[in-house]
């Protein structure tokens, strides 16, 4: 007798497979880690295959995970188009979205145009800036949505998912250990920024900032030409650059959290939009970056 995959079986299975880790998958989903381990438990009896292989150290998706993997990204983008179009078939109204330059770059376009082809009376309107000017915007309602990033051990906000961060540089770059690190970094206030300059610290790595900037285009042209390095999420780091990690004088560097904000009560078609992102940032897949 056939058996069918259930959606919520299908939302854990996903996030542990976008997470590699079943306590931060956990925490996508809103369950606890005891929970989610159950759930792909009973989604393994159902489809007679191992979907990961776990250690202590590590979570890999087998190869029937990653066959898994496409129909389960499937299922739950239609269940949820459906839910959403029978439920807020006219959803319609403005709303104001906050996000730094670099999510604003690489990982909402898909998203928002996603929105407006399946709710063409939503206005979406994007600002960017630094996580901690947007979520006073949105304490002051000046914006009703914000994604913004935050350390694990201060996570806040509802969260889409965990990411790694990377050391980047451009591919023909040369370390010079006798001279101090040239960093170009998002201005104070960017989480990766704290983290990365934490890390040198505590390694006693001589430093300098060379450029400060909130674009992300900029970022990427000052790393290119000034022989610098810079720290990003792994999704955020465009083409042009590569992953460096490992070397001596630049220290491993923790997660981070991604996650959605809005307000206790909002309206109807904000919660929507807030909805729709968090279920997409938490199906995203990190894109492949050329030199790691």
């Not at 179009?85 to 990982?107: C, M, N, S, W």
């Not at 898909?110 to 800036?129: F, G, H, M, N």
Request: proline share 5%.
């Amino acid at each position: 007798m056939k058996r069918d995959l259930e959606i919520d079986l299908l939302r854990s299975f996903v996030a542990v497979a976008a997470h590699l880790n079943f306590t931060h998958a956990a925490h996508a989903v809103g369950r606890s880690q005891s929970a989610v381990s159950l759930q792909v438990k009973r989604l393994e009896e159902i489809v007679g295959r191992s979907l990961f292989d776990r250690s202590r150290q590590s979570v890999a998706v087998t190869h029937a995970g990653e066959t898994l993997l496409v129909y389960a990204n499937r299922i739950l983008a239609a269940n949820d188009a459906a839910l959403s179009h029978i439920q807020r078939p006219e959803a319609a109204g403005l709303v104001k979205i906050g996000a730094p330059d670099d999510y604003a770059t690489f990982l909402l376009p898909p998203i928002l145009a996603a929105i407006s082809k399946d709710y063409p009376r939503l206005q979406l309107e994007v600002t960017c800036d630094n996580a901690g000017d947007l979520l006073l915007q949105l304490d002051r309602r000046a914006l009703d949505v914000v994604v913004a990033t935050h350390p694990t051990n201060a996570v806040a906000g509802e969260i889409a998912r965990y990411e790694p961060i990377h050391w980047v540089a451009a591919p023909d770059y040369l370390d010079d250990p006798a001279a101090p690190l040239s960093l170009v970094l998002f201005p104070t206030g960017c989480v990766c920024r704290d983290i990365a300059l934490d890390a040198l610290r505590r390694i006693d790595r001589p430093w300098r900032v060379a450029y400060s900037t909130r674009s992300i285009g900029l970022v990427e042209k000052a790393i290119l030409e000034n022989a610098s390095v810079s720290v990003m999420e792994v999704s955020t780091i465009p083409a042009r650059l590569k992953i460096i990690d490992g070397r001596e004088g630049f220290p491993s560097l923790p997660d981070v959290a991604i996650s959605v904000h809005r307000p206790t009560k909002s309206e109807a078609h904000v919660s929507l939009v807030a909805d729709y992102l968090l279920s997409k940032l938490a199906g995203t897949v990190s894109r492949d970056i050329v030199g790691q």
